[in-house]
């Protein structure tokens, strides 16, 4: 009989067993995925190109639906020009290929010469000692070799190589040898009829793909279905309009300054040009290389290398941002992995078609909970969100990218939400952190320190007209005929646990205006009788209390009863910044006036209790009579009007 302790080990072992057996199965169903996707390529990739053209073609049918053709005549009309049109320019490229076989040892002379000239220029320099290097390392090869080839040559007779052409089977009276022939074409045939009736029936085959999956699962296949086919359709229709635009600008120029088979050299660039980043680098070596045979000299070669530059930084500064609504919503390092992946696998086909695919395989992640590891890795959505990046950054010590995180934040949000959505969630990771013991005291410390630091460079950097607000920016008002001066509200801010609610206080003055309020934060060390005698001595007008969560809810109700029992009429605003869920009543029942859970919720609640009439204001700061810190209730002046 087993021991507790053998017991507990066992279950434990089991346990771990039964976590690896979901990865391993998982793993298992990527590689036979895999597997079918290389051996089922044959008949996988005429439906792929089938699937993509249906897509790219959609948006096409749907405006000749929309204007009054008929389904049948506006596919038949498509696919017709669609394929026609891929047909010619296929003529035409393998006539200019040809062709360019043909001539190319026209143009040896001017090769010889551009390497000449290469040697010339690096004749006694390092490019011959490399050179030299090179032929002495070569002949040290031959000599170790001819031994061996002539030993070789002498014991070995060679054999004949005759070549049998297969014989045609009793069943496939077609010659085998010409079954390579045949196979591209039946694709091309299968792709075609495949389009015609994805095109025909392309709300049917949704219907169904909604209906295999589930009515369970509805909304979720609705919407993933509706994503990826508007970013594929998108995408592949603004790209091929923006590809055909490079080819034809690239075919066009080279035709103009004389660079033989333009046609050719624009083909293969807006073909390239569908390989993400490197493709129109790939399409300029070609050209560029055919001129530096053809032409005299060196400047048109670098001509053909500046037109390939330019027309790329039109196509990816002008055009894209112009048609591109969307992205395709794959990172750029996730899409040149998908390339090389799909290369691998289906070739020059693959190629082509790997963003597209890879669109869809982001998609169907993305709403698939088990394979949501995937969209992570390969989506263009930012990994972590900014409050976590920020905290992870002090987690590791790292100041400098810390800040960094702030600045481009402040790039597309405003102050009051990086405080509310960056650094005061930042505090309560830490703190959190710091209750569980994950975090060491002195780790802690450093988030403060450091969140400090850039706080103060925020208010350096912050714009201001002048050090010292002028006359005419303090609030005034008019009496009769007399202007006066309205004071400033007097505010005290305390923190209720540590330094965390004393930095947010920091934040806090910063949203305020500086020539209405003048805000005056207690350190964190003093204790709740100093609070209380501190605002006996100050007399402001409201005190704001941050109370940072977790925690921190005991020491809030404890220090507005003991404010709301010494000064009745004092207002007291908790600021419980970084939550949402918690129930405010127990604060509000301990004395608290208002309670937000947010920076600029609190400094609403602010101002609303701030506004007072203007003639009351006045009225309060012309008869405003003298106070004793000994009293324990606040003048007559502006705190009894913020009272009424």
């Given at each position: 009989m087993k021991n507790p302790q053998e017991r507990s080990d066992l279950h434990g072992s089991k346990g771990r067993n039964a976590e690896k057996l979901p990865s391993l199965i998982a793993l298992g169903n990527v590689a036979l995925i895999i597997a079918s996707l290389y051996w089922a390529q044959t008949i996988l990739i005429p439906i792929a190109l089938a699937i993509m053209l249906t897509f790219l073609l959609s948006p096409v049918a749907g405006a000749l639906e929309r204007i009054g053709l008929k389904r049948l005549p506006s596919v038949l009309l498509i696919v017709v020009l669609t394929f026609s049109s891929l047909a010619t320019i296929g003529w035409v490229v393998s006539i200019e290929f040809t062709s360019l076989g043909n001539e190319l040892p026209k143009y040896t002379g001017n090769v010889r010469q551009k390497i000449s000239d290469v040697r010339g220029a690096g004749k006694g320099g390092a490019l011959e000692n490399v050179q030299n290097a090179i032929d002495q390392i070569k002949e040290e090869i031959q000599k170790k070799q001819e031994p061996a080839e002539k030993l070789s040559k002498d014991k070995e007779i060679p054999r004949p190589v005759v070549v049998e052409a297969k014989k045609s089977s009793r069943f496939w009276p077609v010659p085998l040898a010409s079954t390579a022939m045949l196979e591209p074409l039946a694709a091309i045939g299968l792709v075609i009829v495949l389009v015609i009736f994805m095109l025909i029936q392309r709300e049917d085959l949704r219907n169904r793909l909604i209906r295999l999956v589930g009515y369970g699962r509805l909304t979720v296949t609705t919407r993933a279905l509706e994503e990826a086919g508007q970013r594929i359709s998108h995408y592949l229709l603004m790209q091929t309009i923006i590809n055909s635009s490079f080819g034809v600008a690239v075919g066009l120029a080279l035709y103009l300054i004389g660079v033989p088979y333009a046609v050719l050299w624009g083909f293969f660039a807006a073909v390239l040009r569908f390989i993400p980043y490197v493709g129109p680098f790939a399409a300029a070596i070609m050209p560029s290389a055919l001129s530096l045979a053809v032409f005299q000299g060196w400047l048109w070669p670098i001509l053909v290398v500046g037109i390939f530059v330019a027309l790329e930084l039109i196509c990816n500064m002008v055009l894209e941002p112009l048609l591109y609504a969307e992205s395709a919503g794959v990172s750029e390092v996730g899409l040149l992995v998908a390339v090389a992946f799909w290369t691998w696998l289906w070739g020059p086909v693959g190629l082509v078609l790997a963003t597209p695919l890879t669109v869809c395989v982001?998609?169907?992640?993305?709403?698939?909970?088990?394979?949501?590891?995937?969209?992570?890795?390969?989506?263009?959505?930012?990994?972590?969100?900014?409050?976590?990046?920020?905290?992870?950054?002090?987690?590791?010590?790292?100041?400098?990218?810390?800040?960094?995180?702030?600045?481009?934040?402040?790039?597309?949000?405003?102050?009051?939400?990086?405080?509310?959505?960056?650094?005061?969630?930042?505090?309560?990771?830490?703190?959190?952190?710091?209750?569980?013991?994950?975090?060491?005291?002195?780790?802690?410390?450093?988030?403060?320190?450091?969140?400090?630091?850039?706080?103060?460079?925020?208010?350096?950097?912050?714009?201001?007209?002048?050090?010292?607000?002028?006359?005419?920016?303090?609030?005034?008002?008019?009496?009769?005929?007399?202007?006066?001066?309205?004071?400033?509200?007097?505010?005290?801010?305390?923190?209720?646990?540590?330094?965390?609610?004393?930095?947010?206080?920091?934040?806090?003055?910063?949203?305020?205006?500086?020539?209405?309020?003048?805000?005056?934060?207690?350190?964190?060390?003093?204790?709740?009788?100093?609070?209380?005698?501190?605002?006996?001595?100050?007399?402001?007008?409201?005190?704001?209390?941050?109370?940072?969560?977790?925690?921190?809810?005991?020491?809030?109700?404890?220090?507005?009863?003991?404010?709301?029992?010494?000064?009745?009429?004092?207002?007291?605003?908790?600021?419980r910044w970084g939550t949402e869920t918690e129930d405010s009543n127990s604060i509000v029942l301990a004395g608290a006036d208002k309670v937000g859970t947010t920076i600029v919720e609190t400094r609403e609640q602010i101002i609303q209790l701030c506004q007072i009439s203007v003639h009351s204001d006045a009225q309060s700061v012309t008869t405003l009579p003298h106070f004793s810190p000994a009293n324990d209730t606040h003048p007559p002046g502006l705190s009894s009007d913020l009272n009424q």
């Open positions: 982001v998609v169907l992640c993305k709403y698939v909970p088990r394979m949501d590891f995937i969209a992570v890795l390969i989506s263009d959505q930012p990994a972590m969100e900014s409050n976590i990046s920020y905290y992870q950054r002090l987690l590791a010590m790292d100041q400098a990218e810390a800040a960094e995180i702030v600045e481009e934040h402040l790039k597309t949000h405003p102050q009051e939400q990086l405080f509310d959505g960056v650094l005061i969630p930042a505090f309560s990771h830490a703190r959190r952190d710091r209750e569980l013991g994950r975090l060491t005291e002195d780790g802690e410390q450093f988030v403060f320190r450091a969140t400090r630091e850039i706080l103060e460079d925020l208010n350096s950097m912050k714009p201001q007209s002048s050090s010292e607000p002028s006359d005419s920016s303090k609030a005034t008002t008019t009496v009769g005929k007399s202007s006066v001066i309205l004071p400033k509200v007097s505010i005290l801010g305390c923190s209720a646990q540590d330094e965390a609610d004393e930095l947010a206080l920091l934040m806090f003055r910063q949203l305020l205006d500086s020539t209405r309020y003048e805000v005056e934060i207690i350190s964190d060390a003093m204790l709740t009788a100093e609070v209380v005698a501190r605002i006996g001595e100050k007399s402001p007008a409201m005190i704001c209390i941050a109370a940072l969560p977790p925690g921190g809810l005991a020491q809030t109700r404890y220090l507005c009863k003991r404010l709301r029992a010494r000064f009745p009429n004092l207002k007291i605003v908790v600021g």
